[in-house]
């Protein structure tokens, strides 16, 4: 059974930093490609960055030079580290495992599985 299971989140000042950890489980790391998105209230879900096999990253405009992502495939972990955080990043974020070829990894249904969420809020 695959388990992605996203922690990290939580509360934090505007300017400040968090970093998000997702834990896999019962798939090969390394053979996925692995994205986090992000999902404000009232808002569709969105493409935050991602991170193929061969560890080329992809960023949406808005992370591009806040954010870090990064993958431990020991560990059979990705990272997202978050820094300068804004209000306007206040939302569910999650991770996500897709097999393919990697093309198109700012789109949702390009991944094979999903976490279950962690929740950033960011105060102003």
């Known amino acids: 059974q695959v388990q992605l299971l996203e922690s990290g989140g939580g509360l934090v000042q505007a300017g400040g930093s968090l970093r998000l950890s997702c834990a896999t489980s019962?798939?090969?790391?390394?053979?996925?490609?692995m994205g986090w998105f992000r999902q404000a209230p009232g808002k569709e879900r969105e493409f935050v960055a991602s991170i193929t096999r061969r560890a080329i990253t992809y960023y949406t405009d808005s992370a591009k030079g806040r954010f870090t992502i990064s993958r431990d495939n020991a560990k059979n972990t990705v990272y997202l580290q978050m820094n300068s955080l804004k209000p306007e990043d206040t939302a569910v974020y999650y991770c996500?495992?897709?097999?393919?070829?990697?093309?198109?990894?700012?789109?949702?249904?390009?991944?094979?599985?999903w976490g279950q969420g962690t929740q950033v809020t960011v105060s102003s």
């Open positions: 996500a495992a897709d097999v393919g070829s990697g093309l198109y990894q700012h789109v949702s249904s390009q991944y094979d599985y």
């Open positions: 019962g798939l090969t790391f390394s053979n996925y490609n």
